[in-house]
């Protein structure tokens, strides 16, 4: 059974960064992409944050191109978001997601940027 654990999130101030860390076990598959998705504060839908594909390419959301960074340790199974100079905007539940055939998701992990 795939489970994805979420860790980093927390208050910070506009301006500052945070690490989201994401980590998956019960892995039986070897090809899955892995990515960050958001829910903001009366949000209907998790919008996609960035994704890190089963071949080597990542993408991302206009809103965080040149301010967030996915990786990805594939030996671990896990998936990272360095995300710098945040914004009031960027305050979310960040989800983990990892997807070969099917979607899995981690329990979240809140993100506040205020000052």
């Known amino acids: 059974q795939v489970q994805l654990v979420e860790s980093g999130g927390g208050l910070v101030q506009p301006g500052g960064s945070l690490r989201l860390s994401c980590v998956a076990s019960?892995?039986?598959?070897?090809?899955?992409?892995m990515g960050w998705y958001r829910q903001t504060p009366g949000g209907q839908y998790r919008e996609v944050v960035a994704?890190?594909?089963?071949?080597?390419?990542?993408l991302y959301a206009d809103s965080a191109k040149g301010r967030f960074t996915i990786s990805r340790d594939s030996a671990k199974h896990a998936v990272y978001l360095q995300m710098n100079n945040l914004k009031p905007e960027d305050t979310a539940v960040y989800y983990c997601?990892?997807?070969?055939?099917?979607?899995?998701w981690g329990q979240g992990t809140q993100v506040t940027v205020s000052s």
């Open positions: 019960g892995i039986t598959f070897k090809v899955y992409d």
């Open positions: 994704r890190s594909l089963s071949d080597g390419d990542t």
């Open positions: 997601n990892l997807n070969n055939q099917f979607n899995y």
